[in-house]
Nanobody, 118 residues
Framework: QVQLVESGGGLVQAGGSLRLSCTASGSVARIDAMGWYRQAPGKQRELVAIIESAGIINYATSVKGRFTISRDNAKNTVYLQMNGLKPEDTGVYYC????????????WGQGTQVTVSS
């Protein structure tokens, strides 16, 4: 099992910045990837950014060039630096940790609200 604790959401004006943090505990050695998903009202949860144990990073097209995901392995923490925020970035951001062997298991944080005003 993995437990995830997020922090860093809030209200910001368009063009502003926020940094989200997510710290994992429990069976962290088995984590193959950590990342961030978001869910806007009335929409499905979508991938924002993910970083794999080998260092491979993927971003949603909508956030490329504005968001940066990074990790501190010593602290079992992943960060999401969000710059140039837009109103369409508003939503609940969820930290995600994945085990991929022998079968995929997903673990989720409680979610943190990000609101971008125009």
């Amino acid at each position: 099992q993995v437990q995830l604790v997020e922090s860093g959401g809030g209200l910001v004006q368009a063009g502003g910045s926020l940094r989200l943090s997510c710290t994992a505990s429990g069976s962290v050695a088995r984590i193959d990837a950590m990342g961030w998903y978001r869910q806007a009202p009335g929409k499905q949860r979508e991938l924002v950014a993910i970083i794999e144990s080998a260092g491979i990073i993927n971003y949603a097209t909508s956030v490329k060039g504005r968001f940066t995901i990074s990790r501190d392995n010593a602290k079992n923490t992943v960060y999401l630096q969000m710059n140039g925020l837009k109103p369409e970035d508003t939503g609940v951001y969820y930290c995600n940790a994945q085990w991929r062997w022998p079968v995929r298991s997903d673990y989720w944080g409680q979610g943190t609200q990000v609101t971008v005003s125009s």
